[in-house]
């Protein structure tokens, strides 16, 4: 069965500097992995997904991926945090039957500013 | 854009009762999800359905029932309602068949149980 593990249950950034969110997954095959993000009361919103392809992938917000299959790994990065990004961070992987996902249990970002 | 909406935001119940959670989708997909999220456990899937009339077990279906009459509308049913079940409820859909889709989800709903 698949799992997906983030590392960091807290993370405390100031605005304006980098950001990288660890995630890492086991699955057999090759994954289809997601990053999510929950505002404060919110559902969640698609970040940015890996499918197949080029490992380094662009979502929304300014946010990037790399997929690094060697380390079995998804990170999530962006180079400027703005204060409106904290929020808590999902990484998910998904397997082919029932397009089911299973979720790590999350990342909470505070932005200092 | 998809939407997914969820019946209440805010729900309180007492123990022992019957809950109803509703879900719809306007995109016409095929897969609707329950989803279960607690601090520190992340979301956990409860049932999900890939058709009218068709249910699946997720990981922790204990306590609860689903129905789907309705391609667009899912809902998640707590038969008799306990303090453990106090918790955040996220519906979810996808399309269906070829490559895997991605999931869209509603805002939530906060059940608390007294």
């Known amino acids: 069965a698949q799992s997906v593990t983030q590392p960091d249950i807290h993370i405390t950034v100031s605005e304006g500097a980098s950001l990288e969110l660890r995630c890492n997954y086991s699955?057999?095959?090759?994954?289809?992995l997601f990053w999510y993000v929950q505002s404060p009361g919110q559902g969640l919103q698609l970040l940015l997904k890996?499918?197949?392809?080029?490992?380094l992938v662009q979502g929304i917000k300014g946010f990037e991926a790399e997929f690094k299959r060697s380390q079995s790994s998804f990170n999530l990065r962006k180079p400027s945090v703005h204060w409106s990004d904290a929020a808590e961070y999902f990484c998910a992987v998904g397997s082919g039957g029932g397009n089911k996902l299973t979720f790590g249990t999350g990342t909470q970002l505070k932005v200092e500013l | 854009d998809v939407k997914v909406t969820q019946s209440s935001r805010y729900l309180v119940k007492r123990t022992g009762e019957k809950v109803f959670l509703e879900c719809v989708q306007d995109?016409?997909?095929?897969?609707m999800f329950w989803y279960r999220q607690d601090p520190g456990l992340g979301l956990r899937l409860i049932y999900f359905s890939y058709d009218v009339k068709m249910k699946e077990k997720g990981d922790i279906p204990e306590g609860y029932s689903v129905s789907r009459e309705k391609k667009e509308r899912f809902s998640l049913i707590l038969e008799s309602a306990s303090t453990n079940q106090t918790s955040m409820y996220l519906c979810a859909s996808s399309l269906r068949g070829g490559r895997f889709h991605e999931q869209y989800f509603g805002p939530g709903t906060r059940l608390t149980v007294t």
């Open positions: 699955y057999g095959a090759t994954p289809y």
């Open positions: 995109m016409d997909h095929e897969n």
């Open positions: 890996y499918f197949s392809g080029d490992t």
